[in-house]
Nanobody, 118 residues
Framework: QVQLVESEGGLVQPGGSLRLSCAAS????????MGWYRQAPGKQREVVAR?????????ADSVKGRFTISRDDAKNTLYLYLQMNNLKPEDTAVYYC??????????WGQGTQVTVSS
């Protein structure tokens, strides 16, 4: 099993920045891909960014150039980060960290609210 614990989100003004973090523990050696989804009210869940074990990253078009995903591998814990800059009101959503195993099974974090508003 893999446990994912996310940091708290928050309220940010438009144009501001926020960094989310996610700590993965347990059977971390089974993890191939990690990333972030988000879901806004009334909208479908979308992949924001992901990073595979080799370090390659990909981003949703809506966040390219503004968000950066990174990963830090410690001994027994994987740390996933999402640096969000130049935040816009449309970035408001619940953000979920996820970890995908090689067999495509996905573990989920608990979700954290990010609100961009003046």
């Amino acid at each position: 099993q893999v446990q994912l614990v996310e940091s708290e989100g928050g309220l940010v003004q438009p144009g501001g920045s926020l960094r989310l973090s996610c700590a993965a523990s347990g059977n971390i050696f089974s993890i191939y891909t990690m990333g972030w989804y988000r879901q806004a009210p009334g909208k479908q869940r979308e992949v924001v960014a992901r990073i595979i074990s080799g370090g390659s990253t990909s981003y949703a078009d809506s966040v390219k150039g503004r968000f950066t995903i990174s990963r830090d591998d410690a001994k027994n814990t994987l740390y996933l980060y999402l640096q969000m800059n130049n935040l816009k009101p449309e970035d408001t959503a619940v953000y979920y960290c996820y970890a995908e195993r090689g067999d495509r099974y996905i573990h989920w974090g608990q979700g954290t609210q990010v609100t961009v508003s003046s």
